[in-house]
């Protein structure tokens, strides 16, 4: 499912969305339930999603398609974002 969401910015040319409050809140619960998930400290987790743009390329711009997800299922998207960059968990 994740590989459906990589490059729809590129395509639909909405790669600036703004973070709001509530786009906001999702990120950081995710970054807490990638850690508690992943058994790693949460700045460990963030600084991944920042270097390789999950957070605004991935989390952001799939808000209104992500949050309706269940947690675990998000995790597992993370999971497969990192993985296809090279990153390990």
């Not at 459906?4 to 999702?26: A, C, P, V, Y």
């Not at 790693?40 to 600084?47: A, D, I, L």
């Not at 209104?64 to 998000?74: A, D, F, M, V």
């Not at 597992?76 to 993985?83: K, N, P, S, T, V």
Request: one cysteine or more.
């Amino acid at each position: 499912m994740i590989y459906l969401f990589l490059n729809r910015d590129d395509h639909e040319g909405k790669g600036n969305k703004t973070m709001n409050k509530d786009i906001f809140s999702f990120v950081i619960y995710m970054i807490h339930a990638c850690a508690n998930h992943w058994k790693q400290n949460p700045s460990e987790v963030y600084r991944k999603m920042k270097s390789t743009n999950c957070i605004m390329g991935f989390l952001v711009p799939n808000y209104e398609i992500l949050h309706t997800q269940s947690t675990g299922y998000i995790i597992e998207d993370i999971r497969e974002y990192f993985e296809v960059r090279g990153i390990s968990i």
